[in-house]
């Protein structure tokens, strides 16, 4: 059960209280909550945007997280885009493996390292083998962002490790 599931009678899932058992929320309830928390998440962000103390503190806690939790990032990140493309998302934490090199170009994979920097080309990315697959066990691998966006961005003695590294795999995949 998770917090948002809704009975046929309209009640939402709250959680549980102190004793274990479920508490749940009429929809007018969770209607005020829903608006209540984002009042509170849009006033916490004006406070933290006008001071840039805040602000700084703010950015350098969610690069530790980031730094500290990097296949959660990945995971998440895939979520989202999972949802955007209508494709499956089943992968797991333990699913993903982020090596310390890459397998297709053998540079070193580098999570972000500095406020304001985005991922680098040397940044970890999560990869579907077989795109139409979706994310879901067996089909997902962890390369470096210029592998992934490697038609755009390489030199043709990358591509074509690229594309031999990819025929193998599908190879191993059908």
Known sequence: MQR???RPDGFRFHGFNGEGYEQWASPQSWKHH???SRKQSRQAYQKIKKN????QRKINQQLKWHQEHPTSVLLNSARQRAKHHHVPC???????HIP???????????FRLRAGQKNRWNSPS????????GYIPG????VSELANRIKTNATPKQILRVGKFYQNLRRRQL
Request: charged content about 25%; glycine content about 4%; some cysteine.
């Open 90 to 96: 089943t992968i797991t934490e333990a699913d993903i």
């Open 4 to 6: 948002g599931d809704r």
């Open 34 to 36: 829903l608006a209540s």
């Open 52 to 55: 840039p103390l805040l602000l």
């Open 139 to 142: 089909n997902v691998i962890v």
């Open 100 to 110: 310390k090199y890459c397998p297709v170009l053998g540079i070193r994979l580098v």
């Open 126 to 133: 999560l990869d579907r083998i077989l795109p139409k697959r």
